[in-house]
């Protein structure tokens, strides 16, 4: 429970470092990227915790860090709450990171259960989980998708949409003024 307590908390204060540095020399967008940033660290380094040593952490903390840094630049998309990010990049990365980062040192259990496979082809096990999660994922957004389709639309009417969601559906006005 301390190795995951201090994984997630390294983690989770390592992306906090640059983030800040980064709303120093942007603007607001900056700072609200900046509140998921400890959530981000989370996600990279759950998959991990109690697996790796202190090292390790950091470097499942920084590298998916620098990835989605550097693929949200270059494909300039826009997730208000970074929720591609997140979740489908940082767990990702953190998942795969866990299998060439994993120690028996950290935790003797590894050897038990995984003892054939660690510091070798841990890896491929957990890219394996990783796709198998990101199958489940697709389809099963896809047929919630479809339920909700059926149910009641996945789109309002363009005049509503061009009105505003807030006013035609809840009856409310955000800024009135």
Known sequence: MGLLFLGACRAGAQTQTPAAL????????AYVNNTGRGTEGAS???PG?????????????????????????????????DAFGVHAV????GTLLT???????VNPRLLAHLGGVVGMTLWIEQLKAAGATFLVAVVGTFVIG?????????RVDPEVETRGLDVSEHGEEGYAL
């Open 90 to 93: 940082n767990g990702t990365l």
């Open 146 to 154: 479809i339920i909700v389709q059926m149910a009641v639309g996945l």
């Open 49 to 81: 915790c109690g697996y790796m040593t202190a090292t390790g952490a950091v470097i499942a903390g920084l590298v998916p860090y620098a990835f989605i840094a550097r693929v949200k630049l270059w494909r300039r998309y826009d997730d208000a709450l």
């Open 22 to 29: 980064e709303q120093r020399v942007a603007d607001l967008e």
């Open 99 to 105: 299998g060439f980062l994993a120690s028996s040192e």
């Open 44 to 46: 990279r380094i759950a």
